[in-house]
């Protein structure tokens, strides 16, 4: 079992959709919570990034984690085919060095006019 | 900032060749990583350096790669015989130590060893 579950997609929603993107993990020792966006041929990049359960917004994205049940979710409000993209949830540990991001196999998203 | 810069963007190589990946990172960030992504498994973690000594090699087969960091503004990626199977897309990334900062990814490299 990976540390870090998702479901590969695709995802295909029409613009202005709500979208959720889910990811589970297994490591309940893990904190901290992120997900990165990865344009086509491109490196991924960090979109939010959150720590222990709980909510963060961010204009239009809303990253949420419940520890209690290992679930990592984000929230695209009005969806623009300008978030057409791959989507990774990413968790790491904290134990004061520095620990090594383990990634989510990544959703792939599409949003269409 | 120029960002991650890695280059070359694109490498095409037959079998048993030597292949060189090169990165440089966002100057200031003390760790640097090695990742590559495929369709069937995702992002896994090669090796990483911290200061430019390997911290974690676990993830990469040492008996056809290495990993040097000979100073704070370049690393390479070496893959000596080159296989097949090793077709894929490499990224490095560099961050600095506080990770809540995430890591900032390179645009890759891909390889397709024929």
């Known amino acids: 079992q990976k540390e870090v579950e998702q479901d590969p997609g695709p995802l295909s929603v029409p613009e202005g959709a709500i979208v959720s993107l889910n990811c589970t993990y297994s490591?309940?020792?893990?904190?901290?919570f992120m997900w990165y966006r990865q344009y086509s041929r491109k490196g991924p990049e960090l979109l939010m990034y959150t720590y222990s359960s709980g909510n963060k917004e961010d204009g239009r994205f809303t990253a949420q984690v419940d520890k209690s049940s290992k679930y990592i979710s984000l929230f695209i409000r009005d969806s623009q085919p300008s978030d057409s993209a791959t989507y990774l949830c990413a968790s790491f540990l904290s134990t004061g060095g520095y620990n090594k991001l383990i990634f989510g196999a990544g959703t792939r998203l599409a949003v269409h006019p | 900032d120029a960002g991650v810069i890695q280059s070359p963007r694109h490498e095409v190589t037959e079998m048993g060749q030597e292949v060189t990946l090169r990165c440089k990172p966002i100057?200031?960030?003390?760790?640097l990583f090695w990742y590559r992504q495929t369709m069937m498994q995702g992002l896994e973690l090669l090796v990483y350096f911290n200061n430019k000594a390997v911290m974690d090699d676990s993830g990469m087969p040492k008996d056809r790669f290495s990993a040097k960091m000979p100073n704070a503004s370049f690393s390479t990626l070496k893959i000596q015989p080159s296989e097949p199977r090793d077709s894929a897309v490499y990224f490095c990334?560099?961050?600095?130590?506080?990770?809540?900062?995430?890591?900032?990814f390179g645009s890759g490299t891909r390889l397709t060893v024929v």
């Open positions: 990334a560099s961050s600095k130590p506080r990770t809540e900062f995430g890591y900032t």
């Open positions: 100057s200031g960030h003390d760790y």
């Open positions: 490591n309940s020792a893990f904190q901290y």
